[in-house]
């Protein structure tokens, strides 16, 4: 009860009184509400869908062949930290996603409240299950990473196309639906610092992202040019090129579910690939 009235007096006091935020504030209460009847995270919805059916399917089971047997007022610990889960934002203290990791320790509590009173039948039914949900969620990321891995070597053979220490700016342009896998393509461009000792305005590759990072005062004059977040943008969305031609040199244009578009100010390709191009920009220096 005491973490619980801390939590409630925080979130009150901090977001909705001092900065004016909701329980809406970065995710939205239908998502809370979506993470809660189906907390088994996926890249894809039939994985996740398949995995939440077999582990809801196995608790059923178990609870009304009373195989699964729950203490005495289990429902109250669980029942609070849901509640937190459901009013506090996702990000807090700079922790994104924090309420929907905070989720997890609901279920953690339900765990420690139970007790599995199952015969050798029982028990080998318990063991696969858990496979079969552990084999679909393995299966699913080995799958997503692979892909994403061929990616960033792609993307990283590209840059070594850019001249030593250039300015480089990174923008992506996401299909229709608005998702990208951000991880690890939002910090590819850092492998220009490495391989080229380029400029990048922070470490994950977009100039404006707003991370705490000291600039030089040249460089944080740049950073205060323009006020969006993170430099992805829709195929309907303009992009400013005017301001990444006159402070870059160079530009990374990465298409995620849709072609990546070519800067008109672009003095030449440096390198290019399926949905993906480096171009040298006028920028300061003219190159």
């Not at 342009?173 to 939002?186: C, E, I, N």
């Not at 910090?187 to 404006?208: E, K, L, Y």
């Not at 950073?223 to 006159?246: F, G, H, M, S």
Request: hydrophobic letters at 55%; charged letters at 15%.
């Amino acid at each position: 009860l005491a973490a619980l009235a801390a939590c409630m007096l925080f979130y009150l006091m901090a977001f909705e009184r001092g900065l004016g935020l909701d329980m809406s504030w970065y995710d939205t209460a239908a998502g809370k509400l979506r993470n809660l009847a189906s907390p088994f995270m996926a890249y894809a919805v039939l994985p996740g869908l398949a995995v939440m059916a077999l582990v809801v399917g196995l608790v059923l089971w178990s609870w009304r062949t009373r195989r699964l047997q729950l203490q005495p007022g289990w429902w109250v610990p669980v029942g609070l930290f849901v509640l937190v889960f459901l009013v506090m934002p996702s990000v807090i203290m700079n922790s994104h996603y924090a309420g929907s990791r905070l989720l997890i320790v609901a279920a953690l509590v339900f765990v420690a409240h139970a007790a599995l009173r199952a015969d050798k039948r029982g028990q080998v039914a318990l063991m696969l299950v858990a496979l079969a949900a552990t084999s679909i969620r393995v299966a699913e990321v080995d799958a997503h990473w692979s892909v994403t891995s061929v990616r960033t070597a792609q993307l990283r053979q590209a840059l070594r196309a850019v001249l030593p220490r250039a300015k480089l700016a990174t923008v992506m342009v996401v299909g229709p639906s608005g998702h990208t896998a951000l991880h690890p393509l939002r910090h590819v461009a850092s492998f220009a610092v490495i391989d080229r000792q380029a400029f990048i305005a922070n470490f994950f590759g977009f100039p404006f992202n707003g991370e705490s990072v000291a600039f030089r005062p040249e460089a944080a004059a740049i950073t205060a040019l323009v006020n969006k977040d993170q430099l992805i943008y829709r195929p309907d969305e303009p992009i400013d090129w005017e301001l990444l031609c006159t402070h870059f040199d160079t530009v990374l244009v990465i298409g995620e579910g849709t072609e990546a578009p070519t800067p008109p100010c672009a003095l030449r390709a440096l390198a290019t690939g399926p949905r993906y191009g480096v171009y040298a920009l006028p920028g300061v220096s003219g190159r």
